[in-house]
């Protein structure tokens, strides 16, 4: 899969702020998205425990029936410590190398993270989506702030609010499950996310990110 030039890799959470500040105009929050995707991929990334590296596992699945289409895997450097805001800049060395062995273009990407629920509004899902141009979205399994739960029922939603900002939803994917964190990556709107998303789930987390979690935790206690 060939990946857009974002510039040079940041070195440190400074850089990596003013990339996010001046990548940040580039997301498109509004595009349709994919109407029928024939394929969706989902991204994860997991510790190897001991060492200073991740593994960034992405999935590709049959959009109607989820079955795998392809599998890959990428061990790298953890580009940085983990500091809130910058997820990216530790897991990104990772996750573009398992993009890059990808041999099928998905029609959409799920990433478990952020898009635009973001402190500087630019997650990792916004990072994803402009390397690929591919339509992604941000699913987090924990909430970026403060939020309103919403009702017990399957499709429920409230806003998440950063300011006067509305930058995601707290979206129930089955009924009394806990919600998880929806929010635009790049070239998809909020709307069309959630319905993606709802599609996607069978369990509490969309299938993309169960499937990739699932490949990157075992990867991750391989090396």
């Known amino acids: 899969m060939h990946l857009q030039t974002l510039g040079p890799s940041p070195a440190s959470p400074d850089e990596a702020a003013a990339q996010q500040e001046r990548l940040r105009p580039l997301v498109d929050p509004t595009g349709p998205g994919p109407t029928d995707p024939r394929t969706v991929a989902g991204i994860d990334v997991a510790d190897c425990e001991g060492t200073?590296?991740?593994?960034?596992?992405?999935v590709v699945l049959d959009a109607r029936t989820l079955r795998p289409v392809e599998t890959?895997?990428?061990?790298a450097r953890a580009g940085h410590p983990y500091e809130p805001g910058f997820l990216a800049l530790r897991e990104l060395p990772a996750v573009t190398a398992a993009l890059e062995a990808l041999e099928h273009v998905?029609?959409?990407?799920?990433c478990d993270?952020?898009?635009v629920a973001h402190p500087r509004r630019f997650g990792m899902a916004c990072h994803v989506g402009l390397l690929t141009d591919v339509p992604t979205i941000g699913v987090a399994k924990s909430p970026p702030g403060p939020y309103e739960m919403p009702k017990p029922a399957r499709g429920s939603w409230t806003p998440q609010v950063d300011g006067d900002d509305v930058v995601g939803r707290a979206l129930r994917t089955q009924h009394g499950v806990r919600p998880v964190f929806v929010s635009v990556g790049h070239r998809i709107g909020l709307d069309a996310a959630c319905d993606h998303v709802l599609?996607?789930?069978r369990h509490r987390l969309p299938e993309t990110t169960r499937r990739a979690d699932r490949l990157a935790r075992d990867a991750a206690l391989r090396v």
């Open 52 to 58: 200073d590296e991740v593994v960034a596992a992405v």
């Open 199 to 201: 599609r996607l789930a």
């Open 72 to 75: 890959r895997t990428a061990c």
């Open 106 to 110: 998905p029609d959409l990407i799920v």
């Open 113 to 115: 993270g952020a898009g």
